[in-house]
């Protein structure tokens, strides 16, 4: 076997429901590996809640390095009951983010045949687009401050900080990946989104950078929503949308209501992307909890964030093939829901892989 077909993932489970949904995810990775001729050795690390409650530990500097090493990471889930707000979010998904300067959130909006969407009379055919959320600045970045703390005069500021190449790494992200859809038959539309009639300064940045990178892609058609507005069109018209590229703290909404659009967080799945680095693959619908070991939760958004590794990686066969696999298996699911679906988690696995041993 050509040794470019061997991959070596490393794999973070997390918490809550995160580890049942990884496996299902493996068990169709390792399906459709079989059949392309790919094949995968992973590597598990425990970070997430549990480890941060025995041991005081988020993620080491050491752990941010050792991931390098590796083109992808599969994610489960973070989020613990027992752990305040905040300090796994910011110790380990962000950390890993930054550290590894995955600067594009790639969140595929697709509504598959079969699924039950909120948005009355829109059809498949009408939404399918795919948002490239900025992912390393914004309010994320972490600067601000406070001042005057517990007083009735505190001062609190988070900045939206972005620099223009920042800006301009993120959009030719999105007008290429605009380039390879229209290829593919899509529309090959990108469409900007931000709120340039407030934000005079960071919004303008954003609006004369996509303008000039547009002169090099004649053949993408261009448009501009404010994001309040986005958020309507997207429930009213989805189907205007093709590529939607934006800020991190506006994409971070825009794509909680993408999710709910193609069927809710348990089809979501997300990429987080350093195109030249180690990028990170998850499902982004968090570590739900109270379903932990109840083999009811949905796997079918972690193995789409499978299928967005493999897509990733240039296993565009074996990727495709999960793809199909996950549109038979949502004609056959009673809902995306956990516990509603008709089937255990383990069943949905099997039924994905089962298809793609089949076909
Ligand atoms: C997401 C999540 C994270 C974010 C949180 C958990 C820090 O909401 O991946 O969308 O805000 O990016
Ligand atoms: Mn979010």
Redo the contacts with the bound molecule.
């Keep these: 076997m050509a040794k470019s077909n061997h991959y070596e993932i490393a794999v973070i489970p997390g918490d809550g429901t995160g580890p049942e949904v990884i496996a299902e995810g493996k068990k169709v990775l390792e399906a459709a590996g079989k059949k392309h001729d790919v094949s995968f050795e992973f590597h598990d690390y425990d970070f997430g809640g549990d480890r941060y409650l025995k041991t005081g530990e988020t993620l080491p500097d050491s752990a941010a390095k050792e991931l390098k090493r590796f083109k992808a990471i599969y994610l489960g889930a973070?989020?613990h009951p027992d752990v305040p707000p905040g300090v796994l979010?910011?110790g380990i998904?962000?950390k890993l983010?930054f550290a590894l300067d995955q600067y594009i959130?790639l969140r595929p909006v697709k509504l598959y045949p079969g699924v039950d969407c909120p948005l009355k009379d829109k059809k498949p055919e009408d939404i399918d687009f795919i948002v490239v959320r900025e992912?390393t600045g914004d309010m994320?970045a972490g600067q601000g401050g406070v001042t005057r703390k517990g007083t009735p005069y505190e001062v609190a500021t988070q900045v939206m900080v972005y620099d223009r190449q920042m800006v301009d790494r993120c959009l030719k992200y999105a007008f290429d990946l605009a380039r390879v859809r229209k290829e593919e038959g899509k529309p090959g539309k990108l469409t900007l989104v931000n709120k340039t009639n407030v934000l005079v300064y960071v919004g303008d940045l954003w609006y004369r950078a996509f303008m000039e990178m547009a002169r090099d892609y004649p053949e993408i058609k261009t448009d501009y929503n404010h994001i309040d507005a986005a958020c309507m069109w997207t429930v009213k018209n989805p189907e205007w949308y093709d590529v939607m590229v934006t800020t991190?703290m506006f994409g971070?909404i825009i794509?909680?209501l993408g999710a709910m659009v193609q069927g809710g967080m348990g089809i979501a799945a997300?990429g987080n992307i350093n195109p030249y680095g180690t990028s990170m693959f998850?499902p982004?619908g968090?570590s739900a909890p109270k379903y932990t070991g109840m083999n009811i939760i949905n796997p079918l958004a972690a193995i789409e964030a499978g299928r967005m590794m493999l897509d990733h990686l240039g296993e565009k066969e074996a990727a495709k093939s999960i793809e199909e696999a996950v549109a038979y298996t949502c004609t056959q699911l009673k809902s995306l829901s956990a516990g509603k679906m008709g089937f255990s988690t383990t069943e949905v696995g099997d039924m994905v892989a089962g298809y793609i041993n089949k076909k």
């Design positions: 973070i989020g979010e910011v998904l962000l983010r959130n992912n994320y991190n971070d794509t909680d997300g998850e982004i968090g």
